[in-house]
């Protein structure tokens, strides 16, 4: 399979801990996104970079998160001081950066306590 | 501050109705507009997209209405399936940037 993928699909935490999610995105796709989804809204974006580069982050995006694409190749999205606001999915998606296709993964649950 | 805004919520149609799905845009600087589609637990796939310079676009049972002096666009699906039961966004990509906007989908049902 050589789509997206994500890992781990679900995290429970405890309000105040650190958690990392990891994205694979499609191995020729050279843009690499992060959104949020909660329940009953569309995709947010936080974040995207094109290759290593971080081109734009989300006003939204507080100083807890902190996404890298070192190399080009998967990505980490950490969240540090974890809050209960943050439960929500992570969407990871990519895409070739002349399309606007984006091509997403499963996606990683955080549920934090 | 909602960028696309996408109507209705939510929709129940019979086997065979035709569901259409509305958005509306208020950036001119838009340039890609794309439905995408997500069941239960899976992230959303692309659909069909559509660029502002094109007024239809058909693919399958799946059809696009774009009306850029309205700044609208619609999904509209034939001879719906149960199948096709999931929820659906809309979105819009900026002209020469990398992030999309979404709207808050619709949940659609197809009984059957």
């Known amino acids: 399979d050589t789509g997206v993928s994500q890992d781990p699909r679900h995290k429970i935490t405890k309000r105040g801990q650190n958690v990392t999610f990891r994205c694979d995105p499609i191995s020729e796709h050279n843009r690499l996104y992060w959104y949020r989804q909660t329940l009953g809204q569309g995709p947010e974006f936080l974040t995207y970079f094109q290759n290593e580069a971080q081109l734009e982050k989300s006003r939204l995006l507080s100083d807890r998160f902190s996404a890298e694409r070192p190399k080009g190749s998967f990505s980490t999205l950490e969240i540090q001081r974890t809050e209960q606001g943050d439960s929500a999915m992570y969407l990871c998606?990519?895409?070739?950066?002349?399309?606007?296709?984006?091509?997403f993964g499963e996606g990683s649950r955080l549920t934090v306590l | 501050q909602q960028q696309v805004k996408q109507s209705p919520q939510s929709l129940i149609v019979q086997k065979g109705g035709i569901p259409i799905i509305n958005c509306a845009y208020e950036n001119t600087a838009f340039d890609y507009f794309p439905w995408y589609q997500q069941f239960p637990g899976k992230g959303p796939a692309l659909l069909i997209a559509?660029?502002?310079?094109?007024s239809e676009k058909k693919e399958g049972r799946f059809t696009i209405s774009f009306n850029k002096s309205a700044k609208q666009f619609s999904l509209h699906i034939m001879d719906s399936q149960p199948g096709d039961s999931a929820t659906y966004f809309c979105?819009?990509?900026?002209?020469?940037?990398?992030?999309?906007?979404f709207g808050d989908g619709t949940t659609l049902t197809v009984k059957p």
């Open positions: 998606a990519s895409s070739l950066d002349w399309t606007g296709e984006l091509f």
């Open positions: 979105a819009a990509r900026f002209a020469n940037a990398g992030k999309s906007t």
């Open positions: 559509i660029r502002p310079d094109v």
